[in-house]
């Protein structure tokens, strides 16, 4: 992947998120001022569900995600062409070395 596909693809992302949030937004407005009774209260309401449900996607989404760089294997090619030198760092990584001897 490029340097400019790299760029135009984080560039749809954001416009695609924003679309939706802009698509969000309109539909809450719609239905405050759809329905009876204070249109502020329903708007309002409807504003903090929808930032509750943002943040705990991106909470989510922080915690649970994978970065590129690992996921695609790019880290371990990286450690093992550093040679033997650096074998116990990649024990470690595979999970083979912990902090504590086997027979404990």
């Known amino acids: ?54 943040a705990a996607g991106a909470l989510i989404g922080f915690v649970l995600g994978v970065p590129k760089a690992v996921s695609s294997g790019e880290t371990r090619l990286r450690a093992s062409d550093r040679g033997a030198g650096d074998a116990a760092a990649v024990q470690a990584a595979d999970g083979g070395a912990g902090l504590f001897p086997a027979g404990m």
Not at 10 to 36: E, K, Q
């Open 1 to 54: 992947m490029t340097p400019r596909t790299r760029h135009t693809d984080a560039w749809s992302s954001l416009m695609i998120v924003l679309a939706l949030l802009v698509i969000g937004l309109v539909l809450i407005a719609v239905y405050a001022f759809a329905t009876s009774g204070t249109h502020l209260s329903y708007a309002s309401v409807g504003m903090l569900v929808a930032a509750a449900a943002l």
